[in-house]
């Protein structure tokens, strides 16, 4: 597999997937950048090789268009990290997209809005549903202008780079289905991606006992495979956040 590392993006247009899902406050200031600094070594080395990207996330769990998702919150703070001055399009499916990114020049960046606007990028048609049937039956109608939406992005660039690590776990239009659309050698992941992979490959096939993993977050429904994955390798599973609710009412709390 092609990685970033030995390649060189000179006069290439790449998609970059990233996860620049960010805490805003009431008046748009960013709260904590961690997840965009993670970015930038991915998005350095693009520009340092004489490259142009375009870069794709989602901000929150929009239902639909709504000015306090907007990625245009981020332009000023990732322009000022990158030092570069970044362009808008507000729009990731718009003519403004297309143009833009078409424009782009090496040493260029283009930020697409927030793409969870559009219930294609997650494959969840949006709505209430009377019945399941009305529901599967939505969903898939929805198959084929996910297919349209994933093209128009692969569209852009020449090369796809996925370094959205927070959101790598899920099959959406950006994060997954859109691999497809480009060959073995046009696609790979960004430095994070790598440096998180590598670490957990460290983790699970390298164990140096006792070994003693500590997992968090809200929802427990999108761990269980991981957790009952790790019981099988470590000594002790530590579990915090939010989902340590749903075991204590298991246990009858």
Known sequence: MQTIDKFNFAGKKAFVRVDFNVPLDENFNITDDTRMRAALP???????DGGSIIIGSHLGRPKGVADKFSLKHIIKHLSELLGVEVQFANDCMGEEAAVKAAALQPGEVLLLE??????EETGKPRGEFATDEEKAAAKKALKPRQKAFTETLASYADYYVNDAFGTAHRKHASTAIIADYFDKDHKMFGYLMEKEINAIDKVLNNIQRPFVAIMGGSKVST?????ENLLTKVDTLILCGGMTYTFMKAQGG
């Open 114 to 119: 927030n793409l969870r606007f559009y219930e």
């Open 42 to 48: 991915t998005l350095k080395k693009i520009l340092a």
């Open 223 to 227: 761990k269980i495979e991981i957790i």
